[in-house]
């Protein structure tokens, strides 16, 4: 992330609150070298106090927020990364729950081959399974984040896809021909 596109706490608190924003975000200030050291330290004393302190259901959280906000920084950026698949980043979702595929795929209501299907880029996932991503992850991550992560996905592989371009185009008849005119 650029320094021009990065959020500032300002932004973030009007959608986090600010234990949220301090468990996510690490956010720049005007310090001098020797203060920033300091306080470094300070945080990173603090921080695992905290995180000593924190309830494996308040870690699950604040994992799920992280995963939500880089969710949502990367589909306002216009690369593809194939990190940020619809299947990587399901992937990613269920090892933060710390359930086996054929568990998650009891929880969400589908059988566990599909899911595997899915995982592996072999099946292409619905929108009544980004409805139950949404559902089960409690509202964390909504349905329409998954959907823009593979409509983000679709779109690299209608840019990049030659091969299939040639065969399609096979079977195009009457093609228009338009001549660029002066």
């Known amino acids: 992330m650029s320094k021009k596109n990065e959020p500032n706490y300002e932004q973030l ?64 950026q216009s690369e593809f990364l194939a990190s940020f698949s619809f299947a990587n980043q399901l992937k990613k979702y269920i090892e933060l729950l710390r359930l086996s595929h054929a568990q998650f795929a009891r929880d969400i209501d589908i059988h566990r081959t599909k899911l595997s ?19 089960h992850s409690g509202a964390m991550i909504p349905a329409t984040y998954w959907y823009r992560l593979y409509t983000k996905q679709i779109e690299e592989e209608i840019k990049t896809n030659q091969e299939r371009r040639a065969i399609e185009s096979e079977k195009v008849k009457n093609e228009l021909n338009f001549k660029l005119s002066a």
Request: glycine share 0%; proline share 1%.
């Open 13 to 76: 608190s009007k959608s986090l609150t600010d234990e949220e924003i301090a468990q996510s975000y690490v956010l720049r200030s005007k310090m001098t070298e020797e203060e920033k050291l300091h306080a470094d330290a300070e945080f990173k004393k603090l921080r695992l106090e905290k995180l000593a302190s924190m309830s494996d259901e308040q870690i699950l959280q604040s994992e799920l927020i992280r995963m939500k906000l880089l969710m949502k920084d990367y589909i306002e």
């Open 117 to 135: 299907r899915i995982i592996n880029s072999k099946e292409n996932p619905n929108i009544e399974l980004m409805y139950r991503l949404e559902i």
